[in-house]
């Protein structure tokens, strides 16, 4: 199982970043995916997360309302559209898949390598 994340960057505060995250080795619309990030000198964070059908999603208390997961089963993707960024976003994002629809990072089965986003103030 292989999870490839991209499109991470530099960008000014206030402005808008989509990240994705490619899966293969996995049937994908079995799978909860979500994203975490990690920020120097703190600890994994969890930041949202899809369904296998995209029914439901959840997310953490200080991106809700900036930012929006998304998934295309089609193309065994999911994406993170990343809208009004802070200078305090700025980390390393990790996609996550797993079988429960859950926040503790300990219960997903796989992480993809992460991409490093950067908001300057």
């Known amino acids: 199982v292989q999870l490839q994340a991209c499109g991470g960057g530099l960008v000014q505060a206030g402005g808008s970043l989509r990240i994705s995250c490619a899966a293969s080795?996995?049937?994908?619309?079995?799978?909860?995916l979500g994203w975490f990030r990690q920020a120097p000198g703190k600890e994994r964070e969890f930041i949202a997360m899809?369904?296998?059908?995209?029914?439901?999603?959840n997310y953490a208390d200080s991106v809700k309302g900036r930012f929006t997961i998304s998934r295309d089963n089609g193309k065994s993707a999911v994406y993170l559209q990343m809208n009004n960024l802070r200078p305090e976003d700025t980390a390393v994002y990790y996609c996550?898949?797993?079988?429960?629809?859950?926040?503790?990072?300990?219960?997903?089965?796989?992480w993809g390598q992460g991409t490093l986003v950067t908001v300057s103030s």
């Open positions: 899809i369904t296998g059908s995209s029914f439901s999603t």
């Open positions: 996550v898949a797993g079988r429960q629809f859950t926040r503790a990072g300990g219960q997903y089965d796989y």
């Open positions: 080795g996995l049937t994908f619309n079995y799978y909860v």
